[in-house]
């Protein structure tokens, strides 16, 4: 069965940091590309940021480049989002997704093996 399974969500204030973990089961991230992506009420899933296997990565906007550090651990075939600098605004459900090629895509529909999501909620 393959899965991916995001942790490390939960309540925090303004300021604050989480880091979020995305761990695949049944299919390794290996040379593909890996995303985040978040949903908050009553909007559309948005990209977050996302990194490929040689390392190299995107980001939404400058304001998440800058509080946000997206990485990847092969060996443990896990993806992180370490978020700094928490705001109100990053409060949503955020997921992790896979694309079947190494190339980083800000787009939604680009990947095709997504999780279940972790609630992250940032208080004011």
């Known amino acids: 069965q393959v899965t991916l399974v995001e942790s490390g969500g939960g309540l925090v204030q303004a300021g604050g940091s989480l880091k979020l973990s995305c761990a695949a089961a049944g299919v390794t991230f290996g040379d593909y590309a890996v995303g985040w992506f978040r949903q908050a009420p009553g909007l559309e899933r948005e990209f977050v940021a996302a990194v490929t296997w040689g390392g190299g990565w995107i980001y939404s906007t400058e304001s998440v480049k800058e509080r946000f550090t997206v990485s990847r651990d092969d060996v443990k075939n896990t993806v992180y989002l370490q978020m700094n600098s928490l705001k109100p605004d990053d409060t949503g459900v955020y997921f992790c997704?896979?694309?079947?090629?190494?190339?980083?895509?800000?787009?939604?529909?680009?990947?095709?093996?997504w999780g279940q999501g972790t609630q992250v909620t940032v208080s004011s």
């Open positions: 997704a896979r694309r079947n090629t190494g190339a980083l895509s800000i787009y939604a529909h680009d990947y095709v093996i």
